[in-house]
């Protein structure tokens, strides 16, 4: 009897310790959510932003405990530089490319399309190495220089699904803007790290492969 009471005791202790667990984790994605679009207000800090959010979340993801707002501070702080050019440099391209589609969009001459075609394939990779740049800032210490190339090899390795994430990206912030009133509380709590979250998950796997792979070849050639 006393055994069938202790083995209830434990099966509800372990199901309140998950109940905690879930709990504790969508409490800091929303706190994360929160401070992310705060300290994202004035727009042109959006790149520190994200690379303090993708720290934040790769520890997470690797179940690191650590105080979700003090450590995304730190980490605003450590990254500001890199985040800020990085982030600027993104969106001055990306606001160029929107220009040149609104300029060849609004023009008269006959092969027009063929123009508006070729920006659309400029942004579409632009975004596809945004969604790895600010991982790959979290994630390693490396230039800005080197950030962006180590970005471009990542999301030509993984087109497929960096290129379904940017529509994904692009189709989710059209459906927030469409419906920005009504989703407004929403978004303010899960808005971003909706999108983030998962695809945290899924950059921290490519990551991890990769310096499987690293830590392979200098085995390899320290045995040869």
């Given at each position: 009897m006393n055994m069938a009471v202790q083995k209830r005791r434990k099966i509800m202790f372990q199901s309140d310790n998950l109940l905690s667990r879930v709990l504790t984790?969508?409490?800091?994605?929303?706190?994360?959510?929160i401070l992310f679009l705060?300290?994202?207000?004035?727009?042109f800090t959006i790149g520190v932003s994200l690379s303090a959010l993708y720290t934040v979340t790769l520890a997470m993801s690797k179940n690191e405990e650590s105080p979700v707002f003090k450590m995304y501070f730190r980490m605003w702080k450590q990254n500001f530089k890199k985040g800020m050019i990085a982030g600027l440099v993104l969106l001055g391209i990306v606001a160029l490319l929107i220009f040149d589609m609104w300029i060849w969009w609004n023009s008269r001459i006959s092969y027009r399309m063929f123009f508006m075609i070729a920006t659309l394939v400029l942004l579409s990779l632009v975004i596809m190495v945004s969604n790895w740049v600010f991982p790959l800032t979290a994630k390693f210490e490396n230039s800005v220089k080197n950030?962006?190339?180590?970005?471009?090899?990542?999301?030509?390795?993984?087109?497929?699904?960096?290129?379904?994430?940017?529509?994904?990206?692009?189709?989710?912030?059209?459906?927030?803007?469409?419906?920005?009133?009504?989703?407004?509380?929403?978004?303010?709590?899960?808005?971003?790290?909706?999108?983030?979250?998962?695809?945290?998950?899924?950059?921290?796997?490519r990551f991890e492969r990769y310096l499987n792979e690293q830590k392979e070849r200098e085995s390899c050639s320290e045995r040869h």
């Amino acid at each position: 009897m006393n055994m069938a009471v202790q083995k209830r005791r434990k099966i509800m202790f372990q199901s309140d310790n998950l109940l905690s667990r879930v709990l504790t984790k969508v409490f800091d994605l929303c706190l994360l959510n929160i401070l992310f679009l705060i300290t994202s207000l004035p727009i042109f800090t959006i790149g520190v932003s994200l690379s303090a959010l993708y720290t934040v979340t790769l520890a997470m993801s690797k179940n690191e405990e650590s105080p979700v707002f003090k450590m995304y501070f730190r980490m605003w702080k450590q990254n500001f530089k890199k985040g800020m050019i990085a982030g600027l440099v993104l969106l001055g391209i990306v606001a160029l490319l929107i220009f040149d589609m609104w300029i060849w969009w609004n023009s008269r001459i006959s092969y027009r399309m063929f123009f508006m075609i070729a920006t659309l394939v400029l942004l579409s990779l632009v975004i596809m190495v945004s969604n790895w740049v600010f991982p790959l800032t979290a994630k390693f210490e490396n230039s800005v220089k080197n950030m962006f190339k180590n970005a471009m090899i990542f999301s030509m390795r993984y087109a497929i699904v960096s290129f379904c994430m940017g529509i994904v990206m692009v189709g989710y912030m059209a459906l927030i803007l469409k419906y920005f009133v009504v989703v407004l509380p929403l978004f303010f709590l899960f808005g971003v790290i909706l999108l983030v979250y998962p695809w945290t998950l899924y950059v921290n796997l490519r990551f991890e492969r990769y310096l499987n792979e690293q830590k392979e070849r200098e085995s390899c050639s320290e045995r040869h």
